[in-house]
């Protein structure tokens, strides 16, 4: 079965850049709620029950956010109760309730993206960018690894030879710095092989094509195409003043017009685009599964 | 027409005093299997360099190197980088990428391959090598044997009519030795790709290989099919000890007709030329036994708790002074029994001694100081200086003292940069580095990898000098003709627990499978020869068969 996450890394960054900014950038509880609400069923339905910890995390310290909000914030008229001689508003504490949403519903997003994310994918949305960097880059962590094992080994046979006499921390720092100059002489000698390696399969000698495992399909294209659209009908409406709230000194909602709800509509359907793609496969799925 | 063709080549590095290559000329045709060998420091690299363009060496030089007539230096640059392949030595450090896949395609993306070009070359090329599986794995976690299936691959992905090698199978164990010349064979006979092989693990390498070059000094000292070099072959060439034992033995005895090259070669061709009269040596009079200096006791270990165990129950002692070699296939626990000993690791069950004392007895790292000490497989890892005698002095400043009665003399080594070190230099540079903690256990692992038949001698005279000083040894190692020559006793590990253990000569004359070159071919006719030196001294004994015709 076919999952959000199989499509084309570049459809899904665009996507999911797409719903989280608009959330960042837009003061409508409404286009919030759906936010945090498609969010958390993505990932619910993508996790199971996993990762308590997270869902503590990110719905806790936002509600936390909204609790405190009114305590700092003087703002707002309608005043609910006088704590310590301040003053909590209702005001306040709605604007400390949407921007807890709001912070929740982009850590939602984020840990989606990361999640569907690997870093083959990462590597394949450098390419865009150049793929030179995303060569350097592959080499990089390469070599990473290979350091970070060779010290590895060199620690452990310098233990086993006995080159720390003593328990003493001194000693231990005075063997640490040894080692790491050992370990660029030992990087210098690798890169030269390395580098060897590389001229004999003819790197640079001309314009080099860059390799990737991802291909464009037809649902990508959809995806993109989708979700630009959505977006854009969001943004000009935002972009309008459509909808924006007024928290201070009163709430004041803009007016529910046209604007309005193609903003919102668009949103929910751009919010939705994961969960509606992942019901669809597990339809087909379920249907191809009963020829079997 | 010729593939690679070098004519009259002499080339020499600047600053130094005579050419590296002298006069060096021959050819291969297409779809020729070539094997150069000659002891380290010939100039193999040198001359391999040469013949692909972007690695010529910057080399003062005269006389040319041709690739299908045309001179290399003249190819056009992605002709010269598709065309001749080349893999080296190390399997890690030749990979570039941190993917598979991505390896593979690197060569092509060089080229400007097309997308859909390289998605076909990959498939192919993985089902060809047998590497579906790990496409999508990052290069580090592959065994050294599939790190250099990897680098023959994204070179053949090219489609290389010429395939230069510089022992490649140097840093593998036998078995993946084995396998990553069976495929070279493989792609020799499927796709004739000519291939020039240097090598100095020359066993299985000869019988597949359609000319032997014999590099000496810098010149081709001999050049044809591997049966007529090695008839004529001097006794005493250097490259002598290197050649299969089947070579060695029909030399040692002088047998007449053809050289055999393989075990059955032997068997078919030289036995039948003597007779058995004698059929054993005399035992050699028993080592006195002596008190022991490590032993497990029902030892048990492994990585991570919901693994499964390394270490089973393993049982056995090593005696002072003795060196005993481990011996044993890929992951049976060798490399692990050594860094429990060395306290490097700690079992779960189980005890282990040293010199009597249990090895938790040994407190604030005492265990290391004039005890035990364990030179690991990698010997490079060894080293933190600049000089050998910088590294030395670290240790101890009076090391000339500490080491006068070293085994070796280290005086010419003491300048060089420890990276500058032949591979049996460096084994015996470390070595001389651990004598200064005045260990009377010493555990090395596998010392014998990538060394030359010769550094290979040097290191065994080494180590035979320091258990007359009363050191005791155990050694870890593959290389089951190292164990047969110079063991005391031989132990074999399997799944974690000691099968047997016993003198060479009972120990491998008893194993079947897992044994020596002349004790399979001995076997039947003679009983307990198992190093060409027993075979040798039983067929002299015995004479030559009386033909009654």
Known sequence: ?292 | MASLAFSHLTAAYPEAQKPVLRDVSFSLETGEFAVLCGATGCGKTTLLCFAKRELTPRCTHSGTVSFCGKPVESLDARTAASQIGFVMQHPEQQIVTDRVWHELAFGLENLGTEQAVIRRRIAEIASYFGMEDWLTKDPSALSGGQKQILNLASVMIMQPALLLLDEPTAQLDPLAAAEFLTTLQRLNRDFSVTILLAEHRLGAVIPMADRLLIMDDGALSADGTPREVLRKLPEHAPVMAGMPAPVRLFRAVGGTGECPLSVSDARRTLLPQFSDRVRELPEPAPRPETAPALEYAGVYFRYARRGSDVLSDLTFSVQTGELYCLIGGNGAGKSTALALAAGVLRAYAGKIRVFGKKIEDYKHRTLHQECVTLLPQDVQTVFLKNTVAEELSELDRDYAQTLRDFPFDLTPLLPMHPYDLSGGQQQIAALAKVMLTKPRLLLLDEPTKGLDANSRQMLADVLHGLTAQGVTLLVVTHDIEFAAEHADRCGFLSQGALISSDTPRRFFSENVFYTTAVSRMTRGKYDGAVTVADAAALMQQNGREERLT
């Open chain 1, 1 to 292: 079965m076919r999952s959000f996450a199989d499509m084309n890394p570049a459809a899904v960054t665009v996507h999911l850049l797409l719903t989280a900014c608009i959330t960042i950038f837009c003061m409508e509880p409404l286009l919030l709620g759906i936010s945090l609400l498609c969010a958390v069923t993505f990932y619910l339905v993508k996790n199971g029950g996993a990762n308590r910890g997270f869902h503590l995390f990110a719905l806790g310290v936002p509600a936390l956010f909204a609790l405190l909000n009114p305590l700092w914030n003087q703002h707002g008229t309608t005043v609910l109760f006088v704590l310590n001689d301040r003053a909590v508003t209702a005001e306040a504490l709605c604007y400390g309730a949407v921007t807890g949403i709001r912070l929740a519903a982009v850590l939602y997003w984020f840990r989606i993206f990361s999640e569907l994310t690997d870093s083959e994918k990462l590597f394949y949305l450098f390419r865009f960018l150049s793929p030179r960097i995303a060569m350097v880059l592959s080499m990089a962590i390469r070599n990473l690894t290979l350091y970070r094992e060779q010290m590895k080994k060199i620690r452990q046979s310098q233990k086993a030879l006995g080159l720390y006499r003593e328990a003493h921390l001194i000693d231990d720092i005075r063997g640490g710095v040894r080692i790491f100059s050992v370990l660029l002489t030992w990087a210098l000698e690798n890169g030269i092989i390395t580098a060897n390696s590389m001229t004999a399969r003819g790197y640079g000698t001309g314009r080099r094509s860059s390799y990737t495992t991802f291909r464009w399909h037809m649902r990508d294209a959809v995806l993109l195409g989708v979700s630009l659209v959505l977006a854009a009908v969001c943004i000009r409406s935002a972009a309008a003043g459509a909808m924006h709230w007024e928290f201070y000194p009163v709430c004041d909602a803009p007016p529910h017009g046209l604007l309005w709800f193609a903003g919102v509509g668009a949103y929910l359907l751009l919010s939705l685009l994961p969960l509606i793609y992942e019901g669809k496969e597990a339809l087909t799925w379920h249907r191809l599964r009963s020829r079997i």
